[in-house]
C-alpha cells in the first residue's frame, strides 16, 4: 500500500469510506457476514448494494453479473479478512480472482488478522497469498497492534489523499492520542523483529482446539486465535458464561441478535501471553461446566 490515514476507530475508518469513494450510479458487494460497521458504512453509501452469503464465490459471481448488466460506473467488492464471530479466514484468493474477472475493486477490513495472521503477519492477504492484489485495506490499532483503540485505511495515495481531504469522521473528529500511537508503532517493531508472539499465539491455539474437541464441544473456525464453542441455544450460553466467569475464566456469551438465532456460542480468543497450564484450566473448567449443563456427555 502507498499510503495510509488514522481514525479513532476502524469503524470510523469503515463509516467513512463507502460514501466518500462511491455514488449512485456505484455498486457494493458484500459478504453476509462482514462486521457491523462495513454494514453501517454501506448504509451511508448511496451506491447500489448487493450482497452474497458468507464466502460463497459462486453467489458472489452472480452478484457482479448483476452489477454488472445494471451498468454499475464502479464495483467495489466488501468484506471481513476475517469474520470475528466464527474465526473463518475469507477466500480472498477467490475473491481477488473474481474481482479480477469483472474489474471490480476489493477492500478487506483486516482487523481480525493484522499483525498475527500470515507467515510475517502481515494479514489474511498474505494468508491467502493475494499481496497487492486488495485495493483497500482497513484494520485497528486495538486488538493486536496495541489493545486500546484507533483504526486506520490504507490504499494507493490518490485514495487516501481523497479520503483526507472528504472522509468525514476523519475531519470532524478527534484525532489519536500519542500514547496510543507511540504503543502501536512500538508493537509494529515487535511484530517486524520475529515470529516469538505469533508462534506461542498458535500453539495455544491449537492447544485449545485440540484439548476442547476431544472433550466433545463442537468448534466453529479453523486456523483462527478466534475459537468459538458453539451452544445453539441462547440460554444455555449465557449460563454457561457465567459458571466460566465464577471460574475466572473471562468469556462473553454471543447470541441473537448478534449471532442467528440457534447459534449461540461463547466466542473465545487464546492471547499468546496465555500459558499451557493456563489453556489447560480453561479447558478444565469448559468441560466440567458443560457436563454439568448437560452440552457434553
Given at each position: 500500500m502507498e499510503d495510509a490515514i488514522l481514525y479513532s476507530s476502524c469503524f470510523d475508518a469503515n463509516g467513512g469510506l463507502f460514501e466518500t469513494l462511491l455514488g449512485a450510479e456505484d455498486a457494493i458487494i458484500s459478504d453476509a457476514l462482514n462486521h457491523a460497521s462495513i454494514i453501517d458504512g454501506v448504509r451511508l453509501c448511496k451506491?447500489?448494494?448487493?450482497?452474497?452469503?458468507?464466502?460463497?464465490?459462486?453467489?458472489?459471481?452472480?452478484?457482479?453479473?448483476?452489477?454488472?448488466?445494471?451498468?454499475?460506473?464502479?464495483?467495489?467488492?466488501?468484506?471481513?479478512?476475517?469474520?470475528?464471530?466464527?474465526?473463518?479466514?475469507?477466500?480472498?484468493?477467490?475473491?481477488?480472482?473474481?474481482?479480477?474477472?469483472?474489474?471490480?475493486?476489493v477492500m478487506v477490513d483486516d482487523s481480525h488478522a493484522v499483525g498475527f495472521v500470515g507467515e510475517n503477519g502481515r494479514g489474511?492477504?498474505?494468508?491467502?497469498?493475494?499481496?497487492?492484489?486488495?485495493?483497500?485495506?482497513?484494520?485497528?490499532l486495538g486488538k493486536a497492534l496495541g489493545g486500546a483503540s484507533g483504526g486506520?485505511?490504507?490504499?494507493?495515495?490518490?485514495?487516501?489523499?481523497?479520503?483526507?481531504?472528504?472522509?468525514?469522521?476523519?475531519?470532524?473528529?478527534?484525532?489519536?492520542?500519542?500514547?496510543?500511537?507511540?504503543?502501536?508503532?512500538?508493537?509494529?517493531?515487535?511484530?517486524?523483529?520475529g515470529a516469538e508472539l505469533r508462534d506461542r499465539l498458535w500453539a495455544n491455539a491449537r492447544q485449545f482446539r485440540e484439548q476442547m474437541s476431544a472433550a466433545g464441544f463442537t468448534l466453529a473456525g479453523a486456523d483462527h486465535a478466534i475459537i468459538p464453542v458453539m451452544l445453539g441455544d441462547a440460554v444455555v450460553a449465557q449460563k454457561f458464561a457465567r459458571e466460566l466467569q465464577k471460574e475466572g475464566i473471562y468469556v462473553t456469551g454471543?447470541?441473537?441478535p448478534v449471532v442467528p438465532k440457534g447459534q449461540a456460542r461463547i466466542r473465545t480468543q487464546m492471547s499468546a501471553a496465555h500459558t499451557p497450564e493456563q489453556i489447560t484450566r480453561a479447558v478444565d473448567a469448559f468441560t466440567r461446566i458443560g457436563k454439568q449443563l448437560g452440552v457434553i456427555a
Open positions: 451506491a447500489k448494494r448487493y450482497r452474497y452469503a458468507n464466502n460463497d464465490m459462486a453467489e458472489l459471481e452472480a452478484r457482479l453479473k448483476e452489477a454488472r448488466k445494471a451498468g454499475a460506473r464502479h464495483v467495489l467488492i466488501a468484506t471481513d479478512g476475517v469474520f470475528s464471530m466464527d474465526g473463518v479466514i475469507a477466500n480472498l484468493k477467490g475473491v481477488c480472482d473474481l474481482a479480477d474477472k469483472y474489474d471490480a475493486l489474511s492477504h498474505e494468508y491467502c497469498d493475494v499481496m497487492g492484489r486488495v485495493d483497500i485495506i482497513t484494520g485497528t486506520y485505511t490504507a490504499a494507493r495515495k490518490e485514495v487516501v489523499e481523497w479520503l483526507r481531504q472528504r472522509s468525514r469522521p476523519y475531519l470532524f473528529s478527534n484525532s489519536l492520542a500519542p500514547a496510543i500511537v507511540a504503543a502501536s508503532i512500538k508493537v509494529l517493531e515487535m511484530v517486524e523483529a454471543f447470541f441473537y
